[in-house]
């Protein structure tokens, strides 16, 4: 009866990919909940395409992909505030004009790969099914690093996001407090590209956190409930791919963006009631 | 109570004062040259009209605008915390942010905390404390979304007791408050005062102000006149503060 649950599971591949996408809900909730508070969500957009010239020049280089993709977000990171902070542009201006040259730079690169090996295009679509032990680590020494930084500055990070004057009059240093989430949002962003591909990856780190807003009335309750949906989301899209053969990254993030409508839906009706 | 005992502050009354503050906006001077003293253990009034640089004044001597000229000091209250308590004018805050009056009010630890430290006993109980002198013990519970406008006002005021600065300046915090409200946050403010902290209001309530105050601050673009409400309120500073159009003004050479 409940073989349709358990088969998948005596393939490793299968076994780690649910274990990958668990920890990735996890990081994503924690991560998402501030993105979703501060309205960055355009900047996880930006940043999973600023992320392409340091994959292919790490590919070029015959480096390590995650590390060249980690590098060039974290630069991209600090560039689009820099260039806020320089230009007084919006916050988006500025994104969007280091994303696109940063973008831009991954195409020239791109054009001077001699083939377009299999190897770049699935970091560039992602596959939680290749996902190896190794990047299970990673990522569980991931969820616990950011996950631990965030909660340790988190009462400086909500002052900051809920009242930045406020914050400023009591002297935290704003700025640096957004840079450094910033940077977080592109680490995190790397890891989830390499489960769901670049595109895809920005549904991860919000989607759950949006749906989690919907119901939460405070930040703990929300990290709570989006961590709960993305860990729900990715085990029914892993399971629906294997039955339906359908492409698993995409499944996952359909699944997700079918769950939050659903979540709205229902607070609706219980706002009716 | 936490009392501020009246050791070290006595002796040096002065909390703050702000000497010759100019503030210059853009296209536009909002502060030329203000100066005013404000004491421990006294409620003072910043009045005047629409424009005139109240909040300015306010955000200058908080460090929240930058300085064109002038100076800002904070005398006696190095001991204390550094910064002064704020609440700032009207509600420019997410409301449907995921945070409870209880959040809020503890928010008011963050500086005294310090980095990766939680709150304790003695922080939950400031918090309690404030939050029943704001009479929101209550609905502690609730998520802000759901306060009223004048109960929100009291989250932020709670949050500024939860401060246990030496300084609190508030902006307009009677602006949108009914009357039983704006009577239990006068003495309240006046209580604060009387413990000892240096308090400073803006407000557009004349008749209030003299009632509650010990010192008033008429400001436009500068300071016009400051002292007891006896010395300030005579017919001639009254006209040089409010009828000189200050919309005209905004335009004019800064
Ligand atoms: N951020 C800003 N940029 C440019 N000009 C500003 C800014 N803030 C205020 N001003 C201008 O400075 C002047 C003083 O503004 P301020 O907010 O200090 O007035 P106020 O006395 O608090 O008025 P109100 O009673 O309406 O609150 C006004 O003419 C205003 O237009
Ligand atoms: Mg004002």
Known sequence: MTEWLTDPLAFGFFVRALAALTLVSVLCAVVGSWVVLRGLSYVGD????????????????????????????????????????????KQDSATYIVFVGMFALGIVLLSRTPTFTSDLSHFLIGNPLGVTSTDLWVTAGAVLGVGGLLLGLQKELLLASFDPTEARAIGLPVRRLEQLLLVLIGLVVVLVTALVGTTLSVSLLI??????????????????????????????????????????????????????????????????? | MTHLSCEPHCYQPEALHARDLSVRYEHHTALHGASASFRLGEFS??????????????????????????????????????????????????????????????????????????????????????????????????????????????????????????????????????????????????????????????THDLEQAAHWCDQLVLVNRQVVASGTPEQVYTPANIEATFSVSHLGSAHGKA
């Open chain 1, 46 to 89: 930006a940043m999973s395409h600023a992320v392409l010239p340091g994959i292919v020049a790490a590919f070029l280089a015959g480096g390590n992909v995650l590390l060249g993709a980690a590098l060039a977000a974290v630069l991209s990171a600090l560039g689009m505030n820099v260039l806020q902070a320089r230009s007084g542009l």
């Open chain 1, 207 to 273: 989607t759950g956190a949006a749906a989690a807003r919907l119901y939460a009335r405070s930040l703990g309750q929300m990290m709570l409930f989006a961590a709960l949906f993305g860990v729900l989301g990715g085990a029914v899209g892993l399971y629906a791919s294997y039955y339906l053969g359908t492409a698993a990254g995409a499944t996952v993030v359909l699944v997700n963006t079918v769950m939050f409508v659903l979540l709205l839906l229902a607070r609706g009706r219980l706002a009716r009631s």
């Open chain 2, 45 to 202: 009034a910043v009045i005047g009209p629409n424009g005139a640089g109240k909040s300015t004044l306010l955000k200058a001597m908080l460090g929240l605008v930058p300085l064109s000229g002038g100076e800002v000091d904070y005398g006696g209250s190095a001991d204390l915390q550094p910064h002064a308590a704020y609440v700032p004018q009207g509600q420019t805050l997410d409301w449907a942010f995921p945070v409870t009056v209880w959040d809020v009010a503890m928010m008011g630890r963050t500086g005294r905390l310090g980095w990766w430290h939680r709150p304790g006993p003695a922080d939950r109980a400031r918090a309690e404390q404030a939050l029943r002198q704001t009479e929101l013990w209550e609905l502690r519970g609730r998520h802000i979304a759901e306060l009223s406008g004048g109960q929100r006002q009291r989250a932020l005021l709670a949050r500024m007791l939860v401060r246990d600065a030496a300084v609190l300046l508030l902006d307009e915090p009677l602006t949108g408050v009914d009357t039983t409200t704006s009577q239990s946050v006068l003495a309240l403010l006046r209580a604060q005062a009387d413990a000892g902290r240096a308090v400073v209001m803006v």
